[in-house]
């Protein structure tokens, strides 16, 4: 009845669009594993630093409270 009525499509670019979407996201996920192999890893923070982020003293907002 579809058929008849003329509302199934043939999207013959749906296939291509498809691998297009899978090829990024495969690329998506390798950029991602280097990032954290090479970036992420072994990062590590100093304690006497985390006092001030806790107690607000590296608040962007503080600059403006003033004016």
């Not at 006092?51 to 600059?63: C, E, I, V």
């Amino acid at each position: 009845m579809a058929a008849e009525a003329g509302q199934l499509q043939l999207n013959a670019m749906e296939p291509v669009m498809i691998f297009s979407i899978h090829n990024a996201m495969e690329l998506l996920k390798q950029a991602v594993g280097t990032f954290t192999r090479t970036c992420v890893v072994g990062v590590q923070s100093e304690p006497k630093e985390q006092h001030g982020f806790r107690n607000g003293a590296h608040d962007p907002n503080r600059l403006r409270r003033g004016s």
